[in-house]
């Protein structure tokens, strides 16, 4: 994905966790990505939230494997889920705000 693509998407996902919190840790993974990609790593830029997250946040199961859970251990790990998405809401609101200033235009 070259600089571009890398911005405008993260535009995308920054929008969407600003509307709502849908596939959270699958959002917040990309945002690290994009970042990694756009600033060759995501640490101390406005990206940083979403590695420090990511980081946080590793054993928890994405969309793509949760079928493969049981129910017990989704339950408790969407409860983790909602702490880190109200602990770090703040932060996060404002790197997304930060994103689409920064690359809005792009």
Known sequence: MNDV???R?????AKALLTNNEDYLDTVLALSYLGNNIHGQCWETEFHIFGLI??????????KVRQHYSDEF??????????????YSTQVHAACTD???KYGNV
Do not use: A, M
């Open 74 to 87: 989704l339950s408790k790990s969407d409860s983790e889920i909602q702490e880190t998405i109200n602990y």
């Open 5 to 7: 693509s890398s911005k």
């Open 99 to 101: 994103i689409l200033e």
């Open 54 to 63: 990511t980081s946080e946040t590793d054993h928890l199961p994405l969309k």
């Open 9 to 13: 998407k993260s535009c995308e996902l």
